[in-house]
Protein backbone atom coordinates (compact mmCIF):
# COMPACT_ATOMS: atom_id res chain seq x y z
CA UNK A 1 0.00 0.00 0.00
CA UNK A 2 1.15 3.44 -1.14
CA UNK A 3 1.32 6.13 1.45
CA UNK A 4 -0.11 9.47 0.91
CA UNK A 5 1.55 12.45 -0.55
CA UNK A 6 1.99 15.68 1.27
CA UNK A 7 2.05 18.66 -0.17
CA UNK A 8 4.26 21.77 0.09
CA UNK A 9 3.05 25.18 1.75
CA UNK A 10 2.80 28.83 1.11
CA UNK A 11 2.10 31.72 3.21
CA UNK A 12 0.15 33.75 1.23
CA UNK A 13 -0.02 36.22 4.02
CA UNK A 14 0.97 36.64 7.47
CA UNK A 15 4.53 35.74 7.94
CA UNK A 16 5.77 37.06 11.11
CA UNK A 17 1.99 39.08 11.70
CA UNK A 18 0.90 35.23 12.64
CA UNK A 19 3.40 35.85 15.98
CA UNK A 20 1.81 38.94 16.73
CA UNK A 21 -2.07 38.12 16.09
CA UNK A 22 -2.69 39.02 12.58
CA UNK A 23 -4.52 37.21 10.42
CA UNK A 24 -2.57 34.60 7.92
CA UNK A 25 -4.06 32.64 4.45
CA UNK A 26 -1.57 29.72 3.58
CA UNK A 27 -2.60 27.47 0.78
CA UNK A 28 -0.93 24.24 0.35
CA UNK A 29 1.05 24.08 -3.39
CA UNK A 30 1.31 20.84 -4.81
CA UNK A 31 4.44 21.10 -7.24
CA UNK A 32 6.68 20.04 -4.39
CA UNK A 33 5.71 16.90 -2.37
CA UNK A 34 6.85 14.67 0.12
CA UNK A 35 5.65 10.48 1.21
CA UNK A 36 7.43 8.01 3.66
CA UNK A 37 8.80 4.89 1.61
CA UNK A 38 10.77 2.07 2.49
CA UNK A 39 14.02 1.09 0.55
CA UNK A 40 17.47 -0.73 0.93
CA UNK A 41 18.96 2.59 1.81
CA UNK A 42 21.21 2.15 -1.52
CA UNK A 43 20.99 6.16 -2.06
CA UNK A 44 22.74 8.66 -0.01
CA UNK A 45 20.04 10.39 0.09
CA UNK A 46 17.60 8.06 1.58
CA UNK A 47 20.17 6.39 3.57
CA UNK A 48 20.63 10.55 5.50
CA UNK A 49 17.19 10.55 5.11
CA UNK A 50 17.03 7.34 7.26
CA UNK A 51 19.11 8.36 9.90
CA UNK A 52 17.17 11.61 10.44
CA UNK A 53 14.12 9.64 11.13
CA UNK A 54 16.00 7.58 13.98
CA UNK A 55 16.93 10.85 15.38
CA UNK A 56 13.46 12.37 15.02
CA UNK A 57 12.03 9.23 16.43
CA UNK A 58 13.98 9.98 19.53
CA UNK A 59 12.63 13.61 20.36
CA UNK A 60 9.50 12.17 19.38
CA UNK A 61 9.26 9.51 22.28
CA UNK A 62 10.67 12.69 25.04
CA UNK A 63 6.88 14.44 23.86
CA UNK A 64 3.72 14.46 25.97
CA UNK A 65 1.14 14.70 23.51
CA UNK A 66 -2.64 14.26 24.80
CA UNK A 67 -4.78 10.67 24.41
CA UNK A 68 -6.25 11.95 21.15
CA UNK A 69 -2.90 12.33 19.34
CA UNK A 70 -0.61 9.84 20.79
CA UNK A 71 1.67 8.24 18.22
CA UNK A 72 2.75 4.43 17.53
CA UNK A 73 6.59 5.64 18.07
CA UNK A 74 7.82 1.76 18.45
CA UNK A 75 6.31 1.04 14.87
CA UNK A 76 7.47 3.84 13.63
CA UNK A 77 11.03 2.78 15.12
CA UNK A 78 10.54 -0.60 13.72
CA UNK A 79 9.72 0.88 10.56
CA UNK A 80 12.85 3.26 10.34
CA UNK A 81 14.98 -0.25 11.24
CA UNK A 82 13.33 -1.67 8.07
CA UNK A 83 14.23 1.22 5.81
CA UNK A 84 12.09 4.27 5.75
CA UNK A 85 12.76 6.86 4.91
CA UNK A 86 11.00 10.11 3.57
CA UNK A 87 11.00 10.95 -0.31
CA UNK A 88 10.66 14.56 -0.69
CA UNK A 89 11.36 16.78 -3.55
CA UNK A 90 10.39 19.76 -1.52
CA UNK A 91 13.70 22.18 -1.12
CA UNK A 92 15.22 22.84 2.38
CA UNK A 93 15.50 26.06 3.42
CA UNK A 94 12.98 27.69 1.05
CA UNK A 95 9.89 28.56 3.15
CA UNK A 96 8.02 26.06 1.58
CA UNK A 97 7.55 23.85 4.52
CA UNK A 98 9.71 20.84 4.27
CA UNK A 99 9.55 20.17 7.84
CA UNK A 100 5.95 20.64 7.83
CA UNK A 101 5.53 18.10 5.03
CA UNK A 102 7.11 15.22 6.85
CA UNK A 103 5.96 16.32 10.54
CA UNK A 104 2.36 16.29 8.98
CA UNK A 105 3.27 12.67 6.86
CA UNK A 106 4.24 10.89 10.59
CA UNK A 107 1.36 11.85 12.00
CA UNK A 108 -0.86 10.49 9.58
CA UNK A 109 0.90 7.33 9.63
CA UNK A 110 1.62 6.87 13.09
CA UNK A 111 -1.20 8.43 15.00
CA UNK A 112 -3.32 6.02 16.89
CA UNK A 113 -6.66 7.55 16.94
CA UNK A 114 -6.97 8.55 13.45
CA UNK A 115 -8.30 12.02 12.10
CA UNK A 116 -10.61 12.75 8.82
CA UNK A 117 -9.14 15.70 7.66
CA UNK A 118 -12.80 16.60 5.54
CA UNK A 119 -14.30 16.67 8.55
CA UNK A 120 -12.05 17.44 12.12
CA UNK A 121 -13.83 19.65 13.77
CA UNK A 122 -12.53 23.48 14.60
CA UNK A 123 -12.16 22.48 18.14
CA UNK A 124 -9.79 19.99 17.20
CA UNK A 125 -8.46 21.67 14.12
CA UNK A 126 -6.74 24.13 17.02
CA UNK A 127 -5.63 21.36 19.15
CA UNK A 128 -3.84 19.68 16.33
CA UNK A 129 -1.95 22.68 15.28
CA UNK A 130 -1.09 22.73 18.63
CA UNK A 131 0.49 19.22 18.57
CA UNK A 132 1.73 19.68 15.05
CA UNK A 133 3.72 22.70 16.77
CA UNK A 134 5.66 20.42 19.59
CA UNK A 135 6.14 18.11 16.83
CA UNK A 136 7.79 20.83 14.75
CA UNK A 137 9.91 22.21 17.13
CA UNK A 138 12.05 19.80 16.77
CA UNK A 139 13.24 21.59 13.08
CA UNK A 140 12.85 25.41 14.29
CA UNK A 141 13.07 25.31 17.83
CA UNK A 142 10.14 27.08 18.22
CA UNK A 143 6.68 26.11 15.66
CA UNK A 144 3.20 27.59 15.22
CA UNK A 145 2.35 23.88 13.90
CA UNK A 146 0.80 25.89 10.87
CA UNK A 147 2.79 24.47 8.23
CA UNK A 148 2.33 21.00 9.21
CA UNK A 149 -1.29 21.75 9.53
CA UNK A 150 -1.51 23.29 6.49
CA UNK A 151 0.29 19.97 4.75
CA UNK A 152 -1.74 17.21 6.51
CA UNK A 153 -5.35 19.21 6.02
CA UNK A 154 -4.08 20.03 2.09
CA UNK A 155 -6.71 22.95 2.17
CA UNK A 156 -6.37 26.56 2.55
CA UNK A 157 -6.71 27.68 5.69
CA UNK A 158 -7.32 31.16 6.94
CA UNK A 159 -6.11 32.17 10.77
CA UNK A 160 -8.24 34.81 12.10
CA UNK A 161 -6.16 35.27 15.36
CA UNK A 162 -3.86 33.08 17.48
CA UNK A 163 -7.20 31.30 18.49
CA UNK A 164 -9.07 30.86 16.39
CA UNK A 165 -8.82 29.07 12.30
CA UNK A 166 -10.92 27.78 9.73
CA UNK A 167 -10.67 26.31 6.20
CA UNK A 168 -11.34 28.76 3.74
CA UNK A 169 -12.08 29.10 -0.29
CA UNK A 170 -9.76 30.74 -2.29
CA UNK A 171 -11.35 32.07 -6.22
CA UNK A 172 -10.59 29.78 -8.54
CA UNK A 173 -7.79 30.83 -10.25
CA UNK A 174 -8.18 31.97 -14.31
CA UNK A 175 -6.49 32.79 -17.23
CA UNK A 176 -5.86 35.95 -16.70
CA UNK A 177 -2.87 38.92 -17.27
CA UNK A 178 -2.09 38.91 -13.49
CA UNK A 179 -0.29 36.18 -11.36
CA UNK A 180 1.18 34.94 -8.06
CA UNK A 181 4.39 33.75 -8.69
CA UNK A 182 7.78 33.08 -6.79
CA UNK A 183 10.88 33.90 -7.15
CA UNK A 184 13.74 31.84 -6.94
CA UNK A 185 16.35 33.98 -4.57
CA UNK A 186 19.64 31.91 -5.41
CA UNK A 187 20.37 30.95 -1.62
CA UNK A 188 18.51 28.94 1.67
CA UNK A 189 17.20 30.49 4.15
CA UNK A 190 17.09 29.61 7.94
CA UNK A 191 14.04 30.32 9.75
CA UNK A 192 15.88 30.00 12.97
CA UNK A 193 18.08 33.20 12.96
CA UNK A 194 15.14 35.27 10.77
CA UNK A 195 12.95 34.36 14.00
CA UNK A 196 15.82 35.45 16.22
CA UNK A 197 16.05 38.69 13.92
CA UNK A 198 12.32 39.53 14.20
CA UNK A 199 11.95 38.91 18.19
CA UNK A 200 15.08 41.43 18.55
CA UNK A 201 13.25 43.88 16.60
CA UNK A 202 10.47 43.52 19.09
CA UNK A 203 11.82 44.55 21.86
CA UNK A 204 11.95 48.21 20.22
CA UNK A 205 8.44 50.26 21.09
CA UNK A 206 8.63 51.74 17.34
CA UNK A 207 8.70 48.28 15.68
CA UNK A 208 6.29 47.02 18.06
CA UNK A 209 3.58 50.03 17.13
CA UNK A 210 4.41 49.97 13.20
CA UNK A 211 3.95 46.30 13.12
CA UNK A 212 0.79 46.90 14.45
CA UNK A 213 -0.68 49.82 13.24
CA UNK A 214 0.50 49.11 9.86
CA UNK A 215 2.01 45.75 8.58
CA UNK A 216 -1.11 44.30 10.93
CA UNK A 217 -3.91 46.55 8.86
CA UNK A 218 -2.42 45.98 5.64
CA UNK A 219 -2.06 42.38 5.83
CA UNK A 220 -5.15 41.94 6.98
CA UNK A 221 -6.66 44.10 4.02
CA UNK A 222 -4.67 42.09 1.50
CA UNK A 223 -6.83 38.75 2.96
CA UNK A 224 -9.85 40.17 2.56
CA UNK A 225 -10.09 41.69 -0.52
CA UNK A 226 -8.04 39.08 -2.10
CA UNK A 227 -10.45 36.16 -0.66
CA UNK A 228 -13.27 38.84 -2.20
CA UNK A 229 -11.20 39.20 -5.28
CA UNK A 230 -11.33 43.27 -5.14
CA UNK A 231 -8.43 43.39 -6.99
CA UNK A 232 -7.89 47.29 -6.53
CA UNK A 233 -7.94 47.23 -3.11
CA UNK A 234 -5.87 44.16 -3.18
CA UNK A 235 -2.87 46.09 -4.90
CA UNK A 236 -3.49 49.18 -3.07
CA UNK A 237 -2.74 47.14 0.06
CA UNK A 238 -0.07 45.35 -1.21
CA UNK A 239 2.00 47.95 -2.48
CA UNK A 240 1.55 49.57 1.38
CA UNK A 241 2.35 45.93 2.73
CA UNK A 242 5.70 45.58 -0.12
CA UNK A 243 6.59 48.89 1.09
CA UNK A 244 6.74 48.74 4.62
CA UNK A 245 8.80 45.20 4.24
CA UNK A 246 11.16 46.49 2.51
CA UNK A 247 11.74 49.31 4.96
CA UNK A 248 11.14 47.35 8.46
CA UNK A 249 12.01 43.72 7.26
CA UNK A 250 15.54 44.28 5.56
CA UNK A 251 17.70 41.57 6.99
CA UNK A 252 14.78 39.05 6.42
CA UNK A 253 15.20 40.27 2.19
CA UNK A 254 17.53 38.13 0.68
CA UNK A 255 20.53 40.55 -1.13
CA UNK A 256 20.18 39.49 -4.53
CA UNK A 257 15.83 40.69 -4.36
CA UNK A 258 16.81 44.31 -2.30
CA UNK A 259 17.33 46.06 -6.31
CA UNK A 260 14.12 43.83 -7.78
CA UNK A 261 12.48 44.87 -4.66
CA UNK A 262 12.69 48.20 -4.71
CA UNK A 263 12.03 48.51 -8.87
CA UNK A 264 8.68 46.37 -8.21
CA UNK A 265 7.61 49.55 -6.01
CA UNK A 266 9.12 52.12 -8.07
CA UNK A 267 7.88 51.44 -11.36
CA UNK A 268 4.24 49.67 -9.97
CA UNK A 269 4.95 46.61 -12.37
CA UNK A 270 4.81 43.88 -9.46
CA UNK A 271 4.68 43.53 -5.73
CA UNK A 272 7.11 41.68 -3.78
CA UNK A 273 6.83 39.94 -0.28
CA UNK A 274 8.69 37.54 2.22
CA UNK A 275 7.70 34.01 1.46
CA UNK A 276 7.88 32.37 5.18
CA UNK A 277 10.35 34.19 7.13
CA UNK A 278 12.98 34.94 4.40
CA UNK A 279 16.72 35.18 4.61
CA UNK A 280 16.55 33.22 1.43
CA UNK A 281 14.64 30.50 -0.93
CA UNK A 282 11.76 32.21 -2.14
CA UNK A 283 10.02 35.61 -2.65
CA UNK A 284 6.58 35.94 -3.44
CA UNK A 285 5.51 38.26 -6.07
CA UNK A 286 2.36 39.97 -7.14
CA UNK A 287 1.66 41.29 -10.83
CA UNK A 288 -1.33 42.43 -12.72
CA UNK A 289 0.30 41.97 -15.62
CA UNK A 290 2.77 38.45 -15.33
CA UNK A 291 4.39 39.28 -19.10
CA UNK A 292 5.31 42.87 -18.63
CA UNK A 293 7.07 41.84 -14.88
CA UNK A 294 8.61 38.69 -16.17
CA UNK A 295 10.58 40.93 -18.79
CA UNK A 296 11.44 43.71 -15.91
CA UNK A 297 12.43 39.63 -13.67
CA UNK A 298 14.78 38.42 -16.46
CA UNK A 299 18.18 36.51 -14.95
CA UNK A 300 15.86 35.08 -12.07
CA UNK A 301 13.71 31.73 -11.81
CA UNK A 302 10.20 32.23 -11.43
CA UNK A 303 7.31 29.63 -10.98
CA UNK A 304 3.53 30.76 -11.33
CA UNK A 305 1.70 29.16 -8.66
CA UNK A 306 -2.13 31.09 -9.19
CA UNK A 307 -3.36 33.15 -12.34
CA UNK A 308 -6.50 36.05 -12.28
Not at 64 to 82: A, Q, V
Not at 194 to 210: A, L, V
Not at 246 to 263: C, G
Amino acid sequence: MTNPLFYAKIILFGEYGMIEDSQGLVVPYSFYKGTLKFSDLGSEFELNSNRHLQKYSEFLTSLDLSDNFKLDIESFKNDISNGLFFDSNIPQGYGVGSSGALVAAIFEKYSISKLNPESISKDNLKKLKAVFGEMESYFHGKSSGMDPLICYMNLPILIENKENLDRVDIPDGEEGKGAIFLIDSGMTGETGPMIQIFFEKMKTEGFRKTLKEEFIRYNNACIDSFLKKDMNPFFRNLKKLSHWAYEHFRPMIPESIFNIWKKGLDSNAYYLKLCGSGGGGYILGFTKDYAKAEKMLDGFQKEVIYRF
